[in-house]
């Protein structure tokens, strides 16, 4: 097996694999961590009053 199938094998290998894990339902408290990330990164900073 060429190098060039060996990738390809490889890229639908994770595809079919990345695609089941998206396919299955995210537990609740998994969903918070993600909705708090979400929050998080999307409030302005705010400047400290650091010296």
Known sequence: MT???KKTALDKAL???FGKLQARPLPDRMMSVVDQLDAADQAPLKK???R
Request: charged share 35%.
């Open 3 to 5: 190098d060039r199938a």
């Open 15 to 17: 595809r079919g694999l």
């Open 48 to 50: 400290s009053g650091s």
